[in-house]
């Protein structure tokens, strides 16, 4: 788990993964995996018309006013049977597919088992906060796919 880390906060969650995995919790852990697409480029087609001597050309021409946006998750996490055990012993209830709960408050949101995570710290830098609330809600109305924020302080 040798990566350049975008923040320290993700460092330190890398931290806690590496500790999750080593004592068998975690079957396995991608930093920054597959991008979910969000929208395709749009663009607007224009003609453009040049006099010749002879003739007029017309140029047919495409204009880019909106690039595609993808969504990279900061970590996919799988967790094992042994992880499932462990939350039980707890008193957590259980439920491998939609997440766990602790006294009906949900703690991990997963989906079909997997856990995708978006790493942040406690101070909002450059509004991410919305941001990242417009990628969490397009990427679980597009893909099905719920992304949890951690926030690591």
Do not use: W
């Given at each position: 788990m040798d990566h350049d880390y975008d923040s320290n906060e993700e460092f330190f969650f890398s931290c806690w993964i590496r500790e999750a995995t080593e004592k068998g919790l975690i079957d396995s852990a991608e930093y920054h995996p597959a991008s979910f697409p969000l929208t395709e480029k749009r663009?607007?087609?224009?003609?453009?018309?040049?006099?010749?001597?002879?003739?007029?050309?017309?140029?047919?021409?495409?204009?880019?006013?909106a690039r595609p946006m993808v969504y990279t998750p900061d970590w996919k996490i799988?967790?094992?049977?042994f992880?499932?055990?462990?939350?039980?012993?707890?008193g957590v209830a259980c439920d491998i597919i939609n997440g766990w709960?602790?006294?009906g408050e949900p703690i991990i949101y997963l989906t079909n088992g997997v856990w995708y995570v978006d790493v942040k710290g406690?101070?909002?830098?450059?509004?991410?906060?919305?941001?990242?609330t417009a990628m969490q809600k397009m990427t679980l109305a597009?893909?099905?796919?719920?992304?949890?924020?951690?926030?690591?302080?």
């Open positions: 663009s607007l087609q224009y003609s453009v018309e040049t006099k010749l001597k002879t003739k007029t050309r017309i140029d047919h021409k495409n204009l880019i006013v799988k967790f094992n049977r992880f499932l055990m462990k939350m039980t012993a707890l709960c602790l006294h406690e101070a909002n830098r450059n509004d991410d906060g919305r941001h990242f597009l893909h099905d796919t719920y992304v949890q924020r951690v926030v690591v302080s």
